[in-house]
C-alpha cells in the first residue's frame, strides 16, 4: 500500500468502495477473502486433533505461543477431505476479536476492485438464502467466489456469533419506535441482529441488504421536511456488495442534511486502523460484532442524544 505516511494513507484508502482480494485455490476452485482479514499467510505445521469437534474443524496449533483453531476449507465446502498436500497453506485470519486458520491449497495473488463489480449470487443457485457466498468478483480473468468466513465460523461454532442472552441479561426494557435503518448483507446476521434489536425493544427497524440500498432509502428522505422523525440511528456492516459500509458513511457524514443521523459501524473487522479509517469518515460509533449487548446500549445514548439535539433545534 502506497503511502506518504499513516493518515495520509488512511484517508486515501477511506470511503472509496474498493476492497482487496486475496485469491486462494480449494480442490482446483478460485476462492476469496478480504485482505482486511488475513493476519499472515503460514505454511501448514502440525496439528493437534481436538475430539468431539465439527468434521471441518481439524484440530489447533500453537504458534508463537497462541492457540489457533484449523479448519479444513474443502470439508466445509464439500464434505470431503482430501489428502493433505505438501504445499498446503495456512491462511490466518482475524476477526471477530478471533484468530482462525483456513487451510487452500495455494495463494494465488491479489487483486483490488470496486464493491460495485462485486455480485451476489442468485439464492436459486446458491441454497437459497443462506448461502456462504459473500458475493462473485471478476478478478483478472477469473471468477472468484468470495467466502463468507464469518458465516463459516458461525456455523461451525454457534457461541461465537451474537448472543441473545446478552439482551436477555438487560432485564426489562421499554419499547421504542426510534426509526434506524440497517445495512447488513449478510442474510443469517440480518436476522439475528433484526430479533436482538425486536427483543431490546426497538420496533422500528429497517433492514437494506448492502449500503447502496440503504443510501437510495436515505437519498430519497434527504429533502423530506420530517427526516429527523423518520431516521435515527443508522447501522452499518463494512463489507458489502455495490457500497460497503465506509463508503456510505462518507456519503452520509459528507451530506448537510443526512450528516446529523449518528452512524454506527457494526462489523467484524473493527481494529485499531479500522477505527482510525471510521473516525475520520465521521462515524459516530464503531463496535465489533459479535457485541450485540453493547451495541443496544450505545444505541440507547446515541438515539437519546439525538432527539434532545432535534428538540432543541426545534425549540430555536
Known amino acids: 500500500m502506497k503511502k506518504k505516511n499513516e493518515k495520509e494513507g488512511i484517508l486515501l484508502e477511506s470511503g472509496t468502495n474498493e476492497i482487496e482480494i ?17 493476519k499472515e499467510i503460514m ?13 471441518s474443524v481439524e484440530g489447533f496449533f500453537k504458534p508463537r505461543q497462541q492457540l489457533i483453531t ?26 471477530n476479536k478471533m484468530m482462525v486458520a483456513f ?17 451476489k449470487p442468485d439464492r436459486t443457485l446458491a441454497n437459497g438464502a443462506e448461502s456462504v ?20 465460523v458461525a456455523e461451525i461454532s454457534p457461541e461465537t456469533s451474537i448472543k441473545m ?14 426509526p434506524i435503518v440497517i445495512a447488513e448483507d449478510s442474510v443469517l446476521l440480518q436476522k ?36 429527523y422523525q423518520k431516521v435515527n440511528l443508522l447501522i452499518t456492516d463494512i463489507e458489502m456488495p455495490m457500497m460497503d459500509g465506509h463508503r456510505l458513511t462518507k456519503l ?3 451530506d448537510m442534511r443526512l450528516k446529523r443521523i449518528p452512524v454506527v459501524i457494526f462489523s467484524s473487522l473493527i481494529n485499531d486502523q479500522m477505527r482510525i479509517k471510521g473516525k475520520e469518515l465521521g462515524a459516530d460509533e464503531q463496535l465489533t460484532k459479535p457485541e450485540i449487548g453493547h451495541l443496544v446500549e450505545v444505541l440507547d445514548t446515541l438515539i437519546k442524544r439525538f432527539r434532545e439535539s432535534d428538540h432543541a433545534l426545534l425549540v430555536k
Open 22 to 38: 486475496m485469491k486462494f485455490r480449494v480442490l482446483g476452485e478460485f476462492y476469496g477473502i478480504n485482505v482486511a482479514k488475513v
Open 43 to 55: 505454511m501448514t505445521e502440525k496439528i493437534k486433533p481436538m475430539p468431539h469437534s465439527h468434521p
Open 70 to 95: 484449523v479448519i479444513n476449507l474443502a470439508n466445509y465446502l464439500t464434505g470431503v477431505t482430501p489428502e493433505q498436500g505438501v504445499r498446503d497453506l495456512f491462511i490466518i485470519t482475524h476477526f
Open 103 to 119: 487451510r487452500v491449497d495455494s495463494i494465488e495473488g491479489i487483486s483490488r476492485i470496486s464493491w460495485q463489480s462485486i455480485q
Open 133 to 152: 457466498a459473500t458475493g462473485i468478483a471478476q478478478c483478472d480473468d477469473q471468477l472468484v467466489t468470495i467466502l463468507d468466513f464469518e458465516k463459516i
Open 165 to 178: 442472552e446478552e439482551i436477555e441479561q438487560m432485564g426489562e426494557r421499554d419499547i421504542t419506535t426510534a
Open 192 to 227: 439475528m441482529i433484526g430479533a436482538a434489536l425486536q427483543k431490546a425493544g426497538f420496533t422500528n427497524v429497517s433492514i437494506f441488504n448492502n449500503g447502496q440500498e440503504a443510501w437510495d432509502y436515505l437519498s430519497s428522505l434527504r429533502n423530506d421536511q420530517n427526516l
Open 252 to 254: 452520509v457524514k459528507d
